[in-house]
């Protein structure tokens, strides 16, 4: 993937989320009646200004991206005149005011509902919720759970495909609680297996807390044929070649691929025998597999990759996940829900210093994500601009002053003391909020920058 592919799936979720977000500033003010005087995707310089409607609203695009705004008439930005009063927005009732101000992030999550039932409604081809297990000294063997099981629901909460599973999963992570797993085995017999999450670590940043379960997705055993070979690598070096089928290491037969990367992986350092077939003839080489680093772990590698197979998948991988309109509906204002509440609960242990701040993601991240769902396909892609509206929604309606929810938080006062706050102490607050908001970009920059370099 070059750049681009990156970019151009990032910016137009950045500008479909802003668009909608100011948006509904913007349709809730005109039926307030307030007069809107400029509607800009983008903050600083107008790179395009085009003025429409009886109003002469001005429609800009402006040349810095991360965000946008809705500029209304108001006595406290400049001078209006006395026709025009009833219509600027300091003048409003206060209950108006916080109607205007919350549709923002409002509109975010109801693009996000939209999202998700129109992908539920129409069906989407999903992973089956198939495990695998990574090795035995995880929770999800000690658990009880072997290859091949189908999970059929989590805690009596239905299970169709692997993302529903990891959503659970991650959920009662969070909580620090045990859960009961439905599994259907590959005999098919019914089983419940207790999986304790209390000590799951989920403060890490960059690796996945599903797989540090000791859970990923099944696969079919795939033969331990070499498709190609790392020059210099310890297998060219020993002389294998391609074509080559490994059969077992250190006189310990493979059941496939998987189990060859698993047991070269724990070598590091140390010699292995490989017995290969090559054109019908048994062979044995002896090899060291080469330490690496692989997201900080020291891993072993011999430097060949798997032949291509000819499995495309069918109904043992995946399956058509479809809900109908009104069960539709309700799976994804859940799912809205369930998102919403996930994020502030891991701003919420941010703040209380229980989980890194190494788990805030900016731009660089997000514009990452963008460029890989959208290479697996468009219901991806819209799942991912999904997550991030809630993301973006929750954000807006956290009480910091400069964004939506301390805008709101100052509504809530005024409406309990009976009167508008003193404009002195919204001028503090505004310049605590700035300060709050240049240090979250700051740390979440930092933190995609470490991804980057770290890899």
């Known amino acids: 993937m070059n750049l681009f592919d990156y970019l151009i799936p990032f910016a137009l979720a950045l500008g479909v989320l802003i668009l909608v977000h100011e948006l509904g500033h913007y ?20 790179l395009l200004v085009r003025r429409a409607g009886r109003d002469g609203t001005e429609w800009a695009i402006g040349a ?15 001078e209006v005149a006395s026709e025009e009063l009833h219509r600027a927005f300091n003048r409003q009732t206060v209950w108006k005011r916080f109607a205007i101000v919350a549709a923002g992030p409002i509109a975010n999550f109801l693009l996000a509902i939209a999202l998700y039932w129109g992908m539920f409604a129409v069906g989407t081809a999903e992973l089956r919720p198939r495990i695998a297990l990574g090795d035995m000294t995880t929770i999800a063997a000690a658990a009880g759970l072997r290859d091949g099981d189908l999970v059929v629901a989590v805690d009596d909460e239905p299970i169709r495909s692997w993302q529903e599973l990891r959503w659970a999963l991650l959920k009662y992570a969070v909580d620090g609680r045990s859960v009961v797993l439905h599994v259907r085995t590959l005999e098919d017999v019914d089983a419940f297996r207790t999986l304790d999450l209390r000590d799951v670590d989920i403060d890490d940043g960059r690796s996945d807390p599903i797989g540090r379960i000791g859970l990923r997705p099944w696969r079919p055993q795939i033969p331990a044929v070499i498709g190609r070979l790392v020059a210099g690598g310890a297998a060219e070096r020993a002389g294998i070649r391609v074509g080559d089928e490994v059969k077992a290491i250190d006189g310990e037969a493979l059941a496939g691929w998987t189990q060859l990367v698993d047991r070269v992986r724990h070598a590091a350092g140390r010699e292995l025998r490989l017995d290969v077939e090559r054109a019908g003839e048994r062979l044995t080489f002896n090899l060291t597999p080469d330490l690496e680093t692989d997201n900080g772990h020291q891993v072993g590698r011999i430097g060949v990759g798997v032949a291509d197979p000819g499995i495309t998948g069918g109904p043992e991988l995946f399956a058509t996940v479809r809900y109908g309109v009104v069960e539709g509906l309700t799976k994804a204002v859940r799912q809205t829900w369930e998102t919403s509440v996930l ?20 731009p660089v991240t997000i514009a990452d994500y963008a460029g890989q769902t959208a290479q697996l396909g468009l219901a991806h892609y819209l799942k991912f601009v999904a997550m ?15 964004l939506d929810g301390g805008h709101l938080l100052y509504y809530v006062v ?9 404009e002195r102490i919204m001028e ?3 310049q605590i909020g700035l300060a709050l908001l240049i240090m979250l970009m700051a740390f979440a920059f930092y933190n995609d920058i470490n991804r980057l370099i770290s890899g």
């Not at 941010?350 to 890194?356: H, K, R, T, V």
């Not at 005024?414 to 003193?422: A, M, W």
């Open 27 to 46: 349709l809730v003010a005109r039926a307030c009646g307030v007069k809107v005087l400029r509607f800009s995707i983008g903050f600083g310089k107008a």
């Open 64 to 78: 810095f991206p991360l965000g946008g705004y809705v500029k209304m008439l108001d006595e406290r930005e400049g």
């Open 343 to 362: 994020s502030l609960q891991m701003i919420g242990r941010m703040l209380l210093g229980e989980i890194s701040w190494k788990n805030l993601s900016g």
């Open 388 to 402: 991030i509206s809630i993301s973006l929604g929750v954000l807006n309606l956290l009480p910091i002053p400069v």
């Open 414 to 422: 005024e409406i309990i003391k009976g009167g508008p706050i003193p």
């Open 428 to 430: 503090i607050g505004q």
